[in-house]
């Protein structure tokens, strides 16, 4: 009789249980009452309520900008109160007049058809005019100040946002811009009932010193890797897809994740830090894409005579499959949260409401959330401390002092980010990101290129707070950044295609510190050779960044 396996030393793997929110009172403007939908709105209305919202807050902080200028400039409370060669602010909504841009104004009053060209990545031109209005009027901008803020690297101005400029007009009527400002960041998100704007109380101190919480004195010691807490936040799944290397690293994530990972090629230690890495995983977020866009076959773009076939325009096994994967993953004991993205079927408008989970079992699916795009929530609780902006990024990663929080996360499937780049010179998308957190408005080009829902009294995309992490999902590459005071910071988290690149970023719920698991599958040998499908070399590798 063979004699059993020797057990792995080791504690066991154990997974934590944070607390969670889904902050329904920051939520509930991106849910649109199925009852109440309607589309007879104008998108007017929408420009109104985020000038008249965002105003007094850009007033205020030009006001303690230009306070110190010389012969003190008045603000105008119109901008057709302009008076040449006065100098002086306004505040009103930005439009770039873009030729690239599309018209379809324009496109209606040809008289000539032609085929359509390729979609532009971007609209972008040197020929780009910056305009500022209001309720009363439009006025050009001018000059080098507005020229170098539209041209400079991880600057630049888009349609929708609101702003400050100080200067004069000219004697063409255009306004020369000296200086500008935008709304700035918001302050940071407190939970209802915090104390001192904290969920559970402050603990002050650095490393293995003493501090003091309610009197008592407490010793402090930097969170070991066995302690952390870690939130998975994964985009681009892009389940269903025809490339078989796509579905395999997402099987390589559930082994990983459900700790079954390590195979032959890993040793009993490696095997076992894998399981200890992913069992401390509390919670993992799906940030869009995570079904791959439809692709019709030839035998279903042609017509169908009489509409007689009963046969789907569309393969069903990608929702299939994709509840499948969620189910293994639930198996485990982890929650998801679940954001539609722009290849899921959750419409082409913002904000996205949930999938629905009659998708992936119903009611009977325990520990999984359909979530809207963009989406709010809140997990667990976070250490932090006052320490110079310098210095956070080290102490944040080391657990130094300790300050204790419920983290906020707010992100999207990236459809506002990737309609911001069309309208800037560079490719910095992570400042494009902090920058919509200066602007205190997610989607600012909406309803001008990026479509949403017209609603009638209300702008959803409007930042009141600010989360301590901001994730857009589907973008080129990973990248990621740490904004706002020391004493108060907002990670920003730029997540790639998992199908592209096997990337998942990991965020310490106690740290705010983040990093990157990637998921690699070896090439087919045959595809190798050039020669068709052959056998896989080895089973993927885990690695960690």
């Not at 930005?94 to 379809?104: A, Q």
């Not at 109380?201 to 010193?209: D, N, P, R, S």
């Not at 990024?393 to 657990?399: D, E, F, W």
């Amino acid at each position: 009789m063979a004699s059993p396996l020797p057990a792995e030393p080791g504690p066991a793997p154990r997974r934590p249980n944070p607390s969670y929110s889904s902050l329904p009172e920051l939520s509930k403007p991106f849910v649109i009452d199925p009852a109440n939908r309607s589309y007879r709105h104008q998108y007017s209305n929408v420009y109104f309520v985020r000038l008249v919202e965002l105003r007094p807050i850009v007033e205020k902080r030009a006001e303690e900008r230009w306070k110190a200028v010389r012969g003190k400039p008045p603000l105008l409370p119109r901008i057709l109160n302009l008076q040449r060669s006065q100098l002086c602010y306004i505040v009103g909504t930005v439009y770039l007049d873009m030729p690239l841009k599309p018209n379809v104004l324009e496109d209606m009053a040809r008289d000539h058809w032609i085929v359509p060209p390729a979609p532009r990545p971007e609209f972008f031109s040197a020929q780009d005019a910056v305009h500022l209005e209001d309720e009363s009027g439009r006025v050009r901008l001018v000059g080098d100040v507005i020229k170098r803020e539209r041209d400079r690297e991880g600057g630049g101005l888009v349609t929708g946002l609101i702003m400050a400029v100080l200067g004069m007009e000219t004697s063409s009527g255009d306004f020369e811009v000296v200086d500008l400002c935008f709304a700035g960041l918001p302050e940071l998100y407190k939970a209802p009932g915090d104390v001192n704007g904290t969920g559970h109380g402050k603990v002050k101190g650095k490393g293995k010193g003493k501090g003091k919480a309610e009197g008592m004195d407490v010793d402090e010691a930097p969170l070991s890797g066995q302690d952390k807490t870690w939130v998975a936040l994964v985009s681009g799944l892009s389940v269903g897809a025809q490339e078989a290397p796509a579905d395999l690293k997402t099987q390589l994530l559930v082994e990983w994740l459900t700790g079954e990972s390590g195979g032959p090629s890993r040793t009993r230690g490696s095997r076992l830090q894998d399981q200890l890495e992913g069992a401390r995983v509390a919670r993992l977020i799906l940030a869009g894409n995570s079904l791959t866009m439809p692709v019709r076959g030839t035998d279903d773009k042609q017509p169908k005579r009489f509409n007689t076939s009963n046969k789907t325009l569309y393969p069903s096994h990608p929702t299939k499959t994709l509840s499948l994967v969620l189910s293994d993953i639930l198996s485990s004991a982890l929650p998801i949260n679940l954001i539609p993205g722009p290849s899921d079927p959750a419409g082409a408008t913002l904000p996205q409401q949930p999938l629905p989970s009659v998708m992936f079992g119903g009611p009977k699916v325990k520990g999984l959330e359909c979530m809207t795009n963009p989406a709010w929530l809140e997990v667990g609780e976070r250490r932090s401390e006052h320490v110079s902006e310098h210095h956070l990024s080290q102490a944040l990663v080391h657990g130094k002092g300790e300050t204790l929080n419920r983290d906020s996360f707010f992100g999207t499937g990236g459809q506002t980010i990737d309609d911001v780049y069309k309208y800037l010179p560079s490719n910095a998308r992570l400042s494009m990101a902090r920058r919509t957190l200066e602007w205190r408005h997610i989607a600012p080009t909406a309803p001008d290129t990026l479509w949403m829902y017209p609603f009638p009294d209300a702008d959803p995309f409007i930042l009141r707070q600010r989360p301590d992490v901001y994730f857009i999902g589907n973008q080129p590459e990973f990248e990621t950044a740490l904004v706002g005071d020391a004493d108060a910071p907002t990670r920003i988290i730029l997540l790639p295609s998992f199908a592209k690149t096997g990337q998942v970023a990991l965020l310490c719920l106690e740290t705010l510190e983040c990093k990157t698991v990637e998921f690699e599958v070896p090439t087919w040998v045959g595809e190798a050779n050039g020669h068709g499908v052959g056998g896989m070399k080895e089973e993927g590798d885990v690695k960690m960044e």
